[in-house]
């Protein structure tokens, strides 16, 4: 199985980036996806969750679609702060819908895109 983000990059704040996620070795419809992100020094969080039939849990600044035909997560971001300056992960949930454990209840994990926000 592999994941792969794309879309991050250099931002100023108030900005917005779009991040993608797309999968293989696996049926990506199949399961709830997830993004989270790390901030310098800080643990990793979740940020957005969304069930394998479109309900999505978290949202907020951030806003998270999937297009399960064309096996892609994607994560709109909007307004960005200094402070959601990170590395943004994709994650495959191990079940079809997110949980109120859907923060650890994690199958496979992408390697990360980089967010960086400046002032």
């Known amino acids: 199985v592999q994941v792969l983000e794309s879309g991050g990059g250099l931002v100023q704040a108030g900005g917005s980036l779009r991040l993608s996620c797309t999968t293989s070795?696996?049926?990506?419809?199949?399961?709830?996806m997830a993004w989270f992100r790390q901030a310098p020094g800080k643990e990793r969080e979740g940020v957005a969750c969304?069930?394998?039939t479109m309900l999505s849990s978290i949202q907020g600044r951030f806003s998270i679609s999937r297009d399960n035909a064309k096996s892609t997560l994607y994560l709109e971001t909007a307004s960005l702060k200094l402070e959601d300056t990170g590395r943004y992960f994709c994650a495959v949930s191990k079940g079809t819908y997110c949980a109120n454990s859907w923060r650890t209840d994690i199958a496979y994990w992408g390697q990360g895109t980089q967010v960086t926000v400046s002032s």
């Open positions: 070795g696996l049926t990506f419809g199949s399961f709830a």
């Open positions: 969304i069930s394998r």
